[in-house]
């Protein structure tokens, strides 16, 4: 059974502060990606990685960064906080193998940037 | 790059009727469209996919059909249950090294008794 986890259910953070998000799965998937989800908006992609410190922008990469140094850990960075960062974000991983992969999510954080 | 839009975004539907989400995407190079549920507090979940060389595929009492010429997808349920009720998420992709998936911004469908 695949296993996403996340590193924090909750978190709150102020303005200005490092925010580190961590995600690790334990299926071997060559595939990791970043999201955060906002009512209304859907499901948006930050960033994703296809392989050990390979990463892609996303659509909404502005303010984020990520590392992959590890197959089955993705790390979502804020480097700086902002009020605007406040969201649900998941993280996802899957096979490599083009399209039909499914993705398995993580529970999600849910940050507060105050 | 993809657009997919997604209607309606609030659906209520009585209990043993049919519910029926549409999407619609731009990019006609897609060819992966899945849908994902996602039930309140928890995780999005693969329900159901299609590939862009079936126009119709049904599991159970859900079925997804897709018209490529005119570029979109729906997700039909039938004989719907209070187990239904979810958020739902339609997304396509255009494949590659890295399934990249775009999705569209969902429907929260309410079964109600």
């Known amino acids: 059974d695949v296993k996403v986890t996340q590193s924090s259910r909750y978190l709150v953070k102020r303005t200005g502060e490092k925010v580190f998000l961590e995600c690790v799965q334990d299926?071997?998937?060559?595939?990791m990606f970043w999201y955060r989800q906002d009512p209304g908006l859907g499901l948006r992609l930050i960033y994703f990685?296809?392989?050990?410190?390979?990463?892609e922008k996303g659509d909404i990469p502005e303010g984020y960064s990520v590392s992959r140094e590890k197959k089955e850990r993705f790390s979502l960075i804020l480097e700086s906080a902002s009020t605007n960062q406040t969201s649900m974000y998941l993280c996802?991983?899957?096979?490599?193998?083009?399209?039909?992969?499914?993705?398995?999510f993580g529970p999600g954080t849910r940050l507060l940037v105050l | 790059g993809e657009n997919v839009e997604q209607h309606p975004s609030t659906l209520s539907v009585q209990e043993g009727d049919s519910a029926v989400i549409k999407c619609t995407y731009s990019?006609?190079?897609?060819?992966?469209f899945p849908w994902y549920k996602q039930e309140l507090g928890k995780r999005p979940q693969l329900i159901i996919d299609?590939?862009?060389?079936?126009g119709e595929k049904k599991d159970q009492r859900i079925a997804v059909t897709l018209n490529k010429t005119a570029k979109h997808f729906s997700l039909h349920i039938t004989e719907t249950q209070p187990e239904d009720s979810a958020v739902y998420f339609c997304?396509?992709?255009?494949?590659?090294?890295?399934?990249?998936?775009?999705f569209g911004t969902g429907t929260r469908l309410q079964v109600t008794l």
């Open positions: 990019d006609s190079a897609s060819n992966y």
């Open positions: 990685s296809y392989d050990v410190k390979m990463k």
């Open positions: 299609i590939r862009s060389n079936v």
């Open positions: 996802a991983s899957s096979l490599a193998g083009g399209p039909g992969e499914t993705q398995y």
């Open positions: 997304a396509a992709s255009k494949g590659g090294t890295a399934s990249k998936l775009t």
């Open positions: 299926m071997d998937h060559e595939n």
